[in-house]
Structures are given as C-alpha cells and as structure tokens.
C-alpha cells in the first residue's frame, strides 16, 4: 500500500496524559498537512511541513500541541496533558508541491491525500 | 461566521436521482475548489478540483464554480449506493503555484438507497 498511512489508528487514553501519532506520507511527497476533525465538522487545519521546516500552525494548535519531521519523511503529533475537548479524528494528508507550471502554462494544482486517521479518545 | 458553509444535510435520495451539494464562502481569495468524499471512519478522499470559476465534468460528477456569488456545487448524475458518504467542500486561497491549507465545509451526509 502506497498511501498514507497513520498509527495507531485508534487510541483511547485518561486525561492529562501525553499521547503521540505518527504519520508516514506518501514517498518522496515533500508537504504534510496535520488536520483535526470532530463529530459532524470538517477537517480543521493544524500545521503543516514542507519538507523538514513548519511553515505555518493554526491558532489550534496550542502549545500542548506539538509536532515534528525530523528527517522530512513521516512525522509525529504529540498533545501533551490531554483533555477531553481533544477528542478527535487526526488526520494527515501529504502532496508534492509542484516545480512551476505544467505543460500547458495552466498553474498546476497540488492534490492532498489524506490517511485513514486516528481517532483519539479523551476519557 | 464560518469561512465555508456547508449544509450537514442528511439528505436522501433514491437510487437514480440527481444529486445537488452545495457551498458557499466568504473569502474572495479562494481559487482552488474541490470536492471530497468521506466515507464513515475513513479520511476524506478527493473527488473533484476546479480552479478559478467554471464547471468540470469527470464520469458522473460535474463540480461548478461561481465566484462572483462565491457559490460552488457538485452534481452527481445517477446517483448509487455506494456513493453514500459524506461530501466535503474545501477550498484554498492563491499562494502561487501551491495550494497550501485547505479550508472545508463541515460536510453534507448523502445517503442514496436501492
């Protein structure tokens, strides 16, 4: 399986403890998105990577939130002290940032992927 | 008021019919558009993009910009069962060749039965 793949895929945990994701993008894709979903919304951006460097965090991600791309490759989420209002679907989508325009001239769009996610739950 | 309305639906459709989606939006600077599709516990997956106004058409699906009303859809033509799931808008301003963040809808829950 080629995709984007998220572990663990499930994860219960107690509040106030430290919990980590790991996301693997797709090879050799140079951007990685991390996004959190709850219950009847949509996708809400966190932050993002291209490559190693994070160019951007959302007002979201407090400083309990932290996340990492060491070598540019899969990257972790960690939420320190969780509370129940970071129960959630985590998501992460990755693309390759295109080099120019495509053959036509047009501009050339990058497509996100989105892994399976992990479902996190605060007790 | 959110960047990216979206009704939740649920809507409800026979096996057949046309199905209409809808978003609207309030930040001009978008110009990438697009459509997933997310089936339940699973992540979004990309049905359609569209950059700038003007239609699209791929298979079943057609996706329509209107950017002066700040308005999109998707149309699905002879709607299946499988095609229950639930649509998320998205869209993201101009950063030059890139797309950056994606700012979606909350989702509109189709279910189409037999």
């Known amino acids: 399986d080629t995709g984007v793949s998220q572990n663990p895929r499930h994860k219960i945990t107690k509040r106030g403890q430290n919990v980590t994701f790991r996301c693997d993008p797709i090879s050799e894709h140079n951007r990685l998105y991390w996004y959190r979903q709850t219950l009847g919304q949509g996708p809400e951006f966190l932050t993002y990577f291209q490559n190693e460097a994070q160019l951007e965090k959302s007002r979201l991600l407090s400083d309990r939130f932290s996340a990492e791309r060491p070598k540019g490759s899969f990257s972790t989420l960690e939420i320190q002290r969780t509370e129940q209002g970071d129960s959630a679907m985590y998501l992460c989508?990755?693309?390759?940032?295109?080099?120019?325009?495509?053959?036509?001239?047009?501009?050339?769009?990058?497509?996100?992927?989105f892994g399976p996610g992990t479902r996190l739950l605060v007790l | 008021q959110k960047e990216v309305e979206q009704d939740p639906g649920p809507l409800s459709v026979p096996e057949g019919a046309i199905v209409s989606l809808n978003c609207t939006y309030s930040n001009s600077a978008f110009q990438y558009f697009m459509w997933y599709r997310q089936y339940s516990r699973k992540g979004p997956e990309l049905l359609m993009y569209t950059y700038s106004s003007g239609n699209k058409e791929d298979g079943r699906f057609t996706a329509q910009v209107d950017k002066s009303s700040k308005y999109i859809s998707l149309f699905i033509r002879d709607s299946q069962p499988s095609d229950s799931a639930t649509y998320l808008c998205?869209?993201?301003?101009?950063?030059?060749?890139?797309?950056?963040?994606?700012?979606f809808g909350r989702g509109t829950q189709l279910t189409v039965w037999p």
């Open positions: 989508a990755s693309s390759l940032r295109p080099r120019g325009r495509g053959g036509t001239g047009m501009i050339v769009a990058e497509t996100q992927y």
């Open positions: 998205a869209m993201s301003d101009d950063r030059g060749s890139t797309l950056g963040r994606l700012y």
